[in-house]
């Protein structure tokens, strides 16, 4: 089976840079191997682009499945359900973007906007490896 999302997106705006997801939302891994499912009431903010980033990648486009599953990964309930590290969350972020069409060059910045936060936050965070 090829990656693939299972649905679409239903979210509801909630205030300010706030959405929930009106039902679940999953994605299948071919190369994790694996189905990740974001859960019905998740609140994301999608994707937290720098606001000199967002004339090149805009919060709502077709990225916003990838930018929610991503959430949900970097949470604590989705990575303890998925025990997925943060590289193959990223990489799965990555797979998804294909998917929906995100233009080669655009998916690129974004994946390595991700890589290079991740990257930055855990460098800060004593005693934790980065995966």
């Not at 990964?73 to 929906?100: P, S, V, Y």
């Not at 069409?101 to 936050?121: D, L, N, P, T, W």
């Amino acid at each position: 089976m090829k990656t693939k999302f299972k649905n679409k997106a239903s979210i509801t705006h909630i205030g300010g840079k706030l959405f929930r997801l009106n039902e679940p939302l999953t994605i299948y891994s071919n190369a994790l191997g694996i189905e990740v499912t974001a859960p019905k009431a998740f609140v994301t903010d999608f994707a937290s682009i720098p606001w000199f980033a967002q004339s090149f990648v805009q919060v709502l486009g077709n990225n916003i499945r990838s930018a929610i599953i991503h959430d949900w990964l970097c949470t604590e309930k989705g990575k303890a359900k998925t025990k997925l590290t943060q590289k193959q969350a990223d990489a799965l972020f990555l797979e998804g973007l294909k998917i929906d069409e995100v233009r080669h060059s655009k998916a690129r910045v974004m994946y390595a906007g991700v890589r290079v936060f991740q990257r930055i936050k855990y460098a800060f965070k004593r005693g934790e490896h980065y995966g």
